[in-house]
């Protein structure tokens, strides 16, 4: 390949990005839309709630935030564990908030949300490290104890690895080898507002830094396991009866559909 | 003591996570359940020729029926929380005992059938095929959980082994490869009304034999009333309590307190069992035609409550589902909770005064109270939540001056199971049992030495049957087990109230 | 050939940049998707080049440069001209036809603020240093004076 052909290259590159991008979110939103859907669906025939449960759909949205955001269950049961899957996913979800700089133009939002977006900037920068931290002490975890090591299959790895591929690249991007960032976000607009003619531009094309490359890889491949992998913990949480459920069943029947047609339904 | 084939564990001098020992326990293995049993809960009798599509085809069922299932078997992240809070993973090493390790049996079918990454990438997954050892790990390991759900607490996700056990149970008497305990079990009920197969005429001789008994000991006629038209209360005891030590000395003392109480009571020979071992195998259908009985029985009683005794499964069927599976209950009382725990109805007497009793009546005890697992993890008492730990231990104080709660690790919501539970409590599966005590039993000395206690109290029959028995092999004695209901029984005034 | 390559993407987007200006400072749009529109420099660096570094080099590593710089100063007490954060501004920061220059905190039309509002990040470097060329603080320091200390973070210029 000369350099002469690098621009097709990048043409190619960007028409190939732009298309999995597409590609993966349809699956990523169909599958997990899908797979909530499925959730919903699905009845649950018994008050299973593990108790102490709370008496009140209130109570129920505490215990689930407490669940979600602080990890109470973990907490009580393994202090390494959480302590790792706390800086993990506190650290995903600000670098997360610090990449929709890529998705917003500054004139479609107010002000003070551009403003947040912003202020999160030095922050997600930073969080880069503490995903690393994370991500490699579970890995280590996985890796070294023998308990751990038997309930894990390769994809369990993988996954981890899957994430510090995206985790270092972004790292290195950020840190040393650099990319065009306002090329980029154009070209991500342009993605994301289904601009493709700006394709032709080199302005709006991707910028042809073979970090980027990988590092754009690796979410595209994240966006499309996700629905079928343990990912789906994340939707699944929150379907979970064990601990969505209200704990009123003296008060309240709680009859499934298919146990009314099965046992009920002559009666009626 | 019986002559054991297996080394009892040694108490940990602290508590370590134990490293793993893959397969000791594979072939701990309950007896399979016979063709008539299964026919009379509406299985096959015996493994059918296509079992693996009939198995396949039954998960696929439930996998629609039950959001549990589902969702436990998708969200798992392997995490490895719980890995080391199963009594018993930790009684035998065995990495299939691991919440977890027991789930995975299941998922990994899951997996290869019913995921599209199973099916395209088994190996990357760990999805497997379901063969005939797999089939065999299931019937092996899925009875090595008493679905006791001390995992659910720890889960990030609240993922309850119990949920996944009860599913695989069920895909087995699909296929016709049932467990003879808990089905034999089942087929009492439905013949004869129990679980120990007392029938009517049996019971009746014994209440009139222990109403003597009582007679002789207090001088005061306290009645026993079995099958009464007309009761306020049908009263649904575990069937051991009429003849078992020590749960007859706890019937005993619910006599007394319903004699005291003022309120008429009865117990129903159509409906002489709490339990309800429907749930231990996971049937919908068998746990709600099991329940059926009770209703049926307070309709033909004309009563306006129904109480429950000490038993502990029992007590989360009829807590969490007898309304779901044989409500509604609009011919009972609604002032009064629907149904109510003898521990409940003790406790409001308590509260109101309505009992005299002299705690001195039980000073020669030292009481630690072990919270059943399924009461603790899966009801309620009272109204407010954690009702179902306070409660017992408030009852039992009001009757002892000597009370002592085991390491806080091990009690309330982080209790351990008995180590007997879930359809466990059969002979073939002693080093399992023995094994998985060693928690509880580890506990128990440790108040022992700290606090020289005597006596470990507690509401479940499970609990009962298999402490008796499996803490000779620990050094302790089994007289130290005793019914809640009869430090009530022995700390009760009786007549006081009466004019 | 990376220098040919890079030379012809720079002259590309110069002349894709000036051949969409319609108003020098205020943002381009194609479709609907904007991208900044820094006002042109003074004087190119060369014949060849533009800028001190190739324009894309620039684009992606000026924030590592000018902290670079930042640092061999302070640390070292070493002013290495080719990264001067002065010599930057007096180049790129022009004036409209009154002589005025434009605000480094709103706007689109200040050099830095061009790109860097684009890409939400924020600039520390003018809470010391000024934002416009040198000959002009004189004239009116009262201004520069006023900009207050109030940008947040650390400073921070790359992605
Ligand atoms: C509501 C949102 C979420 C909740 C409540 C949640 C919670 C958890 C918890 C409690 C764990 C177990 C602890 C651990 O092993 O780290 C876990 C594991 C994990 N989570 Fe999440 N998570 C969420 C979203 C996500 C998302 C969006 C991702 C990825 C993009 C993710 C990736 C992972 C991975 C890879 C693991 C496994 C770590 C390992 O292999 O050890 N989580 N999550
Ligand atoms: S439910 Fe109890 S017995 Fe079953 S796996 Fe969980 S902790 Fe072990
Ligand atoms: S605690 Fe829950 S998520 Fe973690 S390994 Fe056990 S079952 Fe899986």
Redesign the pocket.
Known sequence: MGGGNKEALMGFWTTFYALSFYVATLILILGVGYKIYQYTKTPAPLKIPTTPAPLTTGGVVIRMLL???L?KS?FRSNKW??L??MI??GA?WVILLRHLRYFIDPQWVIYPIWELVELIQPFGKYASFAMLF??LG??A??LFVERMRYI?SAS?YL??VL?LVIGVSGVLMSFVTRTDIVQFKAFMLSVISFQWQNFELSAYQMPPDSMLLVHLAAVIL?MIV?PFS??L???G??FSPGRNQVDNAREKRHVAPWAIKQFEAPQT | MAKAKFETPEFRPYPVIPVIKPGVMKDSRSFVSKPGMQESLGYPGELVDNWQEVAINKLGELLTKYRSLRVYLDTC?????CTDKCHYFIGTNDPKNMPVGRQDLLRQVYRRYFTLAGKLFPKLVGAKDLTRDMLDDWYNYFHQCSQCRRCSVYC??GIDTAEISMAAREILDAVGYGQKYCNEIIEKVYKIGNNLGLPGPAIRNTLEGLEEDIKDETGVDVRLPLDEEGAEVLFVPPSADFFVEPHVDGLIGYGKVFHQSGISWTMSSHASEAGNFGMFIGSYENMRRVSMRIREAALDLKVKRIVFGECGHAWRVAYAFLNTLAGPFDFLDKRYPIPQHICEFTYDLIQKGALKLDKSANDHRRVTYHDSCNVARATRMGHKPGGQFVIPREVIKACCNHFYDMPSDTIYDETYCCGGGGGLLTDELMEVRVKGALPRMEALKQVTDDHQVTHMATICAICKSQFTKVVPYYGFDMDQIISVHQLVGDAIVLNVNEV | MKARYLSILGKLMLGLLLSLTVNAAEPVTSGSVTIPNPPKAKTNFSAEQPCVEPIDVMRRSHGLFLKHSRNDTMRHGMRTSNYSLVTCINCHVTSDEHGNYPSVKEGTEHFCRSCHSYAAVTIDCFQCHASHPEEVISSKVNEVSSIKLDSLGTPNTSP
Do not use: N, T
Request: charged residues 15%.
């Open positions: 669940e979600v955001i990890f973990l564990i959480w790792f899957a993990f996913h995903l994370g991500l579970l890995l975890r996985r894990s369990d996954m981890l994430l994240l996700f343990k990912l913990h994340a939707p949480v929150f | 992240v392997k995490c490895g929380s990030p996700y």
